[in-house]
């Protein structure tokens, strides 16, 4: 997983963050999962990457 985008549980929210040529980015923090789903989707779209949460990649089309 070199460039990717990926979902991470931050206490009780849930930060989406970008990794990128080795740097990590911190794009956002969300109150809910779903938002911040929306949101790391959103990027993945714009930048190509694919999503990840825990360690699995998540496809847009099987979001619940």
């Known amino acids: 997983m070199m460039n990717h985008i990926r979902i991470e549980s ?3 929210k849930f930060a989406v963050v970008l990794e990128h040529g080795g740097s990590t980015q911190e794009m956002d923090v969300r ?3 779903a938002d911040a789903e929306d949101y790391a989707f ?3 779209q714009r930048l190509k990457m694919d999503v990840y949460y825990r360690g699995q ?3 847009p089309c099987s979001r619940s």
Do not use: P, Q, T, V
């Open 10 to 12: 931050k206490g009780e």
């Open 31 to 33: 109150d809910a999962y």
């Open 42 to 44: 959103y990027l993945a």
């Open 57 to 59: 990649k998540i496809d």
